[in-house]
């Protein structure tokens, strides 16, 4: 990776939701992608409410604020629950609420909401962009602001190693009025990404498929894992949920549960 200057810390602005430019994603991206927290109404938002307030309440007992949602397993629904998480606590806390996206090589979030990025947190990260505000988009009308990434499928190990990458978890972390910060991470069994990058946060929500994920795996992450605590898990069941036989109109709860992390077995 090349080494290019870091901006100076010292006199880095903070990263604030005003000064990101304003997005408003297009309604069949939202509902093609099923992202239902930002509409209060909407029956399909319910659990998440659900478990939006124990996440609020569990990471405000905590006093966390960077915390990373992984899974054993590709396609369990970590970037989905993301949104959906992102946009529902956006909802309700009056502080802003950001959601980056670090899955570099399954970068999704963008395509999610319909957005074409210019420049994503990779070009941060590879030295590319200096500026992570012009990264970040505020959603119209919401206190939520996304850090997309332009997928890439190489290299993506040097890139989150590199002192770059400790400066944007410092400049989230120090220099940003998010009161909290989420990170739609990479399955924690594809690389060592995911466990290179909770190093650095402060806790992590395990999503466990209930079709795939076995109750082994659950014990091999949170093992891999430590010591970054997991603060809870989701239990994503969309088997019979999906499809669009049900329609924008489905209401019943198409998702999981959200419960502490079980103990592993003795
Ligand atoms: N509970 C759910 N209900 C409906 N669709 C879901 C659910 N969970 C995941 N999906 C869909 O399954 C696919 C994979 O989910 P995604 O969030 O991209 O997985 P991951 O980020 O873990 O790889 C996406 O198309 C997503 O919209
Ligand atoms: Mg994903």
Same mark, same amino acid.
């Given at each position: 990776m090349a080494e290019a200057d870091l901006p100076l810390s010292s006199d880095a602005k903070m990263l604030t939701l005003s000064g990101l430019a304003v997005y408003t994603p297009p309604i069949r991206e939202i509902r093609k992608h099923r992202i239902v927290g930002f509409d209060n109404r909407d029956a399909r938002a319910r659990p998440f409410n659900l478990l939006r307030t124990s996440f609020a309440k569990r990471i405000k007992e905590d006093g966390h604020r960077l915390i990373g949602i992984t899974s054993a397993t590709p396609a369990a629904g970590k970037s989905f629950l993301s949104m959906n998480l992102a946009s529902s606590l956006a909802r309700v806390v009056d502080e802003p609420v950001f959601l980056v996206d670090l899955d570099i090589r399954r970068a999704s979030l963008a395509d999610e909401i319909g957005l074409v990025p210019?420049?994503?947190?990779d070009g941060f990260?590879?030295? #590319?962009?200096?500026?992570? #505000?012009?990264?970040?988009?505020?959603?119209?009308?919401?206190?939520?602001?996304?850090?997309?990434?332009i997928?890439?499928?190489?290299?993506? *190990?040097?890139l989150l190693a590199g002192?770059?990458?400790?400066?944007?978890?410092? *400049?989230?972390?120090?220099? #940003?009025?998010? *009161?909290?910060?989420?990170?739609?991470?990479?399955? *924690?069994?594809? #690389?060592?990404?995911?466990?290179?990058?909770?190093?650095?946060l402060d806790g992590y929500v395990l999503v466990v498929d209930s079709g795939k994920t076995t109750r082994r795996h659950v014990q091999d992450v949170l093992g891999m894992l430590q010591p970054t605590p997991c603060i809870g898990s989701i239990l994503n069941r969309y088997r019979g949920g999906l499809g669009d036989s049900y329609g924008y109109g489905y209401g019943g709860p198409d998702y999981g549960r959200y419960y502490d992390h079980p103990e592993p077995e003795a």
């Open positions: 210019e420049r994503g947190i990260l590879d030295g #590319s962009v200096d500026d992570l #505000s012009t990264i970040g988009r505020r959603i119209d009308g919401t206190t939520l602001g996304i850090f997309p990434t997928r890439r499928t190489r290299n993506t *190990a040097e002192e770059r990458f400790a400066f944007m978890i410092e *400049a989230l972390r120090e220099r #940003s009025e998010a *009161a909290t910060i989420l990170f739609d991470l990479p399955p *924690a069994f594809a #690389s060592d990404d995911a466990m290179i990058i909770l190093e650095q």
